[in-house]
Structure formats: C-alpha cells, structure tokens
C-alpha cells in the first residue's frame, strides 16, 4: 500500500473533491445537529423560566406582591381630639382645633434648595433651616408641626414633589393667660406638661387612631387604593369650678396692686364656704400657655399652691377660735397686756408699742396682738392649740391633689421648743400655701366645717355624659356657734377701729383679718428684710358666701396687709358677690367691744 494509499483512507473527506453532493450531505448533518442542540438548550431556558415563574406567582406571588404593596403603604396616625377645659358656666378655656404637621419624603425631593424656598416663603421660616430638613435618604422626616389648614392648603398648592402633611390638633386658649398657671400647657406631642393639662392627662388625651393608604409615584395617596382606618377615640372634658370672670377680674386687681407695690408676685384665692368650690385661683406673673417656652420656668407653676410662707397675723382666727371652742374665753374676756413678754430666751412685742393695757378677746383680733394671743394661747396649751391646727388642715395636703402643690410645715408638738408655743400662736414658725389659709377662714364661714377644696365640677364624656365629681371629706373642727362668735370678731377687724378698715363694702358686712408675716427665703430658710402683706375675709359676715384670701410677696412700696391686700380684697370681694348674686346684707354689724371702758 502506497503512501497515498494510506492517506486516502485515514481522510476520505479530503480525497472527495470540492462540490461532491457527499459533502453537502454532510454539511446538512452538521446543521441538524446543532439545530437539535439549539432546540434542547431553548427547551432547557424555557424550562427554567417557567419554573422560575411558577416560583414566583404560584409559591412566592404572594410574599412578592405584598412586599410591593409595602412599599406603596403608608400608615398614619391619627391624633385623638383632646378634650376641652371648660369654666363652671360651660365657657372653653382650653381646647382643641384641626391642625397639620408638614412632612416631606427626602428621596423624592428634586430640589431640596428651591422647595426648602418655596416653603419658608409660606411659613416665614429660614430657607436654609428648611432646605437642611429636605436633604438627605430618609424616608420621613418633620419640617413644621401644628400649622393651620389655611396654612397647609397654601404649601399644597404649591405642587412640591415628596412634601406631603398629616392630620393634627393645635391647643388654644381662649382666655389668653387668664387662669394659665391654673391651667398649665401641652408639650409639642400634645400631652399635659402642667397644671389642669397635666393633672387630668389621662382623662383629656383620648386615644389615637391610625389610617393606612397606598401611595401612587409621586408619593400621593390613591383614592381607590388599600384603605384602613381605626378611628380615634376623643378625650373628654373637665369642667372646673373656677369662673372666668371672677377669674379675670381678681388676676386684673393683683396685677395692679402688685405694680403699685413693686412686689415680687402674688395670689388670690376666691372660695364658697358651703361647698368647697375654688372659684378663682390667681398666681402671679404668670405667661401664656400658648407659648409657655417664653416664659422663666418659675412663671409657670402655681403659686397659690406650689408657695409657702408664714401665714402670720391670719393664723390667730385660728389660735382665738381654739381658745373660745375650748371655753377658756369669750369675744368679751378682758385680757391684761403688759408692754413686753418673755417666754424661754425671746421678748415679744406688738407692732404698736404700748404700756399696760387691757382688751377684749375681740380687741386682741383688731389690735392684731401678738402679746394677747400668747396669752390667750396659754389659756388652752401647747399641744391643745397644735391639735386644732392640724385640724384646721394646717401642714397636710389640701386633698386637690395640683400638681406641684406644697403641703406646709407643721412641726410635730414633741420637737416644739419653748419659743416654739408663742412664735406658732401668732403665726411664726410654721408655713402654709395660699389655699390652705382661705380654706382656714372657709371653716369659720361655714360654721366651722372644713371641706376639701374642689376644682372640678365634673368630667364630661365625648357623648355628653356628665360625671360629677364627688365631694370630699368634711371635718368639724370647731362649733357652729363657735365659728359665729369668731366672725363678728373678725367684723371688728374691718371697722374703723380694727386693722382693715380699707375693707369695707358699702351694703354688706365683712369680716377679715390682715396679716404682716416676715417672708422666709427659700434659698437660706431664714428671714430677710421682705414681708408677706396678706388679708383674708368673708362677705356677707353674718351669712357668708364667699371667702377671698389676698397675699401680696415682698412689696417696695407699703408693708402691711391692710395697706396693700385689703384693698385687692375689697375690689374682688365687691365683684364677686355681683357676679354670684348675692343680694346685699340687711342688718349691721353689732360690734364687739375692744376694750373694757366700751
């Protein structure tokens, strides 16, 4: 065999010459071949793409499309309409109105510059601050809260991609700041951060709701779209006993007085003996609740309340009504006053210097004596006269239960030293806030039953149920005809031979009694040259309606409380009983004799 030979039969292709229909059948199996392989890799593809979708809609459709619906869903919520604070005649001092807080989604944001631009021309807020708001990747962010719906409806007209808003409540106070420190304010959430606001946030807040809705591109709800909604839950109202116009006239009066007096603040306290109601409950200065953050913190509180101070004179109707319950003396007992006293290492002395003197129980109270006092103080004790302070409610809670509200200071009979007696019987040495010495004198006027003083007349419910607030304990601490005889004493004190003639109404008998306390500082716990001028009293005294307590603190313009709190007194007394109705007295005063030779 030939090398050709051999050649031919390893490479019969290569023997067959170009164009031979042999080669064209091969070239067609060829062909054939990978056509099949084609098919069987499309086959394949096909066969993974179907299962691939049969993954997705039949095993995975579900999860995938709610992942999808996610991201289009939006839920909000929905602020609970908060209750209103109500006066006792149904007037809103607090309340609730529509508001919208401006969100923005910073993702879809085109030019956080010219629409941070656009908004602060609406809300006159600082373009730049805005702008920082609206750059950045998240999702959600705040850039103004409780704006009005007129003021929303302005930004949304201007179109701005990625800014949207969400249902809210402003809280306004219809009154300005008549009665702020009484009723306190709401923090930026909307929830009570002082007085009434705070106190009562639990039965004012309500309870949220929240709607879900589904987003179409520009970040817009879709009106057909997924909906859901849990409705909120309005809060319900307070009712207080407190009477806005006696409210505004009594802050109106202090307010004056205290500029004349240049004092550092003030109270007032207007209550009804018979039932314990608060009808004014004055604190200043005071701010405005709308706008609490621009006032000192201190401006904010209740002084009436949250303040102590040594009630001095005013404390003795207490002493003097111990030791006439206790039958050691009458309004008419003539007491021998010598010029000074000495008890363990101090002297006492009246205000007024005088020799050896005699006064009636009465003139004891119009004189305003502290020497008198210890001596008829002595008549029943110590510890006698400790049992009727505490009694009289003095160094306990007033049952208000106010936020921030101090109890007093009284200290127990045992730690008593023996200055502690006599300073205690005239008003030194022991503390009280402005409440608890006008519920003192509510005693004495209703005929020396002690009620806990009340705010709130009632809870208002949503669907108008009224729930009335039940009233507190009651407790007798001295006689009915006890408490008599101290009113006309305190009668004595307001004529023109007490210490408050400066009291007096025309057409009506009243009884009070003023008091010039040294003003303890709160910094060292001792005495600086400041006083509390105080004056305390019931109208019509012989059947009284009304009690109207006056504390004036650290005056530079007049000292003593006749001078500068029985004029407040006599202004808001006289408003008062107009306001309440209360017809004018028929009889005059009978006046006790001050002195024996009367």
């Known amino acids: 065999m030939t090398r050709s030979d051999l050649m031919q039969r390893r490479s019969p292709m290569r023997s067959l010459p170009q164009g031979s229909s042999q080669v064209h059948h091969l070239r067609h199996v060829d062909t054939r071949r990978r056509i099949v392989v084609l098919r069987v890799a499309l086959v394949v593809v096909l066969a993974l793409f179907a299962g691939r979708l049969v993954e997705l809609q039949a095993v995975r459709g579900e999860t995938l499309a709610g992942a999808a619906l996610d991201q289009r869903l939006r839920t909000i919520d929905i602020p609970a309409a908060r209750g209103a604070i109500l006066d006792s005649n149904g007037q809103p001092l607090a309340l609730s109105v529509d508001a919208r807080n401006v969100t923005a989604d910073q993702t879809l944001v085109e030019d956080p510059i010219a629409t941070g631009r656009a908004i602060a021309g609406v809300l006159g807020a600082d373009a730049a601050t805005v702008a920082e708001r609206l750059t950045g990747d998240r999702r959600f962010v705040y850039i103004a809260k409780g704006i009005t719906p007129q003021t929303w409806d302005k930004i949304a007209e201007l179109k701005l991609a990625g800014i949207f808003s969400e249902p809210t409540t402003r ?3 219809p009154a300005g700041t008549t009665a702020a420190n009484l009723l306190g304010f709401v923090g930026g959430d909307g929830a009570g951060l002082g007085g009434v606001e705070y106190a009562f946030q639990s039965v004012l807040a309500g309870e949220s709701g929240s709607m879900t809705y589904e987003r179409g591109p520009g970040g817009r709800p879709i009106p057909t779209a997924v909906q859901q909604a849990l409705p909120a839950v309005p809060g319900s109202s307070v009712q207080l006993t407190i009477n806005s116009d006696i409210q505004f006239a009594a802050q109106r009066a202090l307010e004056q007085a205290l500029r004349r007096a240049k004092a550092d603040s003030g109270t007032v306290v207007v209550l009804e003996p018979q039932t314990g109601r608060i009808l004014a409950l004055v604190a200043l200065p005071t701010f405005d609740p709308a706008k609490p953050g621009a006032s000192p913190a201190e401006d904010r509180g209740n002084r009436a309340l949250s303040d102590v101070f040594e009630p001095g004179s005013t404390s003795k109707v207490m002493t003097l009504a111990a030791v006439v319950e206790e039958g050691k003396a009458s309004p008419t007992s003539v ?26 129980l009465a003139g004891i109270m119009a004189r305003s004596s502290n020497i008198g006092t210890i001596l008829a103080a002595e008549r029943i004790g110590g510890k006698q006269l400790w049992k009727y302070l505490r009694k009289f409610g003095i160094g306990s809670p007033t049952g208000l239960n106010f936020p921030g509200e101090s109890t007093g200071k009284l200290r127990d009979y045992s730690t008593w030293t023996p200055t502690s007696f006599p300073t205690i019987a005239f008003g030194q040495g022991v503390s009280v806030n402005a409440l608890q010495v006008a519920s003192v004198y509510a005693t004495i006027a209703n005929d020396g039953l002690r009620l806990t003083p009340r705010l709130v007349d009632a809870i208002i419910a949503p669907d108008g149920t009224v729930s009335d607030v039940p009233v507190g304990k009651q407790v007798r601490v001295v006689s009915p005809q006890t408490a008599r005889e101290v009113r006309r004493m305190l009668e004595v004190v307001v004529s023109d031979r007490g210490t408050a003639p400066t009291a007096q109404i025309p057409g009506y008998r009243v009884g009070g009694k003023t008091g010039t306390a040294m003003y303890v500082d709160p910094d060292c716990g001792c005495y600086n040259d400041g006083v509390v001028a105080s004056f305390i009293g019931m109208a019509p005294a012989d059947a009284p309606k009304l009690v109207v307590a006056v504390s004036i603190v650290n005056p530079q313009n007049g000292r003593y409380g006749g001078q500068l709190a029985a004029p407040v007194f006599r202004k808001v007394m006289a408003y008062a009983l107009q306001a309440q109705h209360v017809a004018p007295t028929d009889s005059k005063a009978p006046l006790l004799p001050i002195a024996p030779a009367e």
Request: proline fraction near 10%.
């Open 335 to 360: 007491l021998t006053l010598p010029p000074t006293l000495e008890r363990g290492d101090k002297v006492f002395r009246d205000v007024d210097p005088h020799g050896t003197i005699q006064l009636t």
């Open 171 to 173: 809280r306004i106070y």
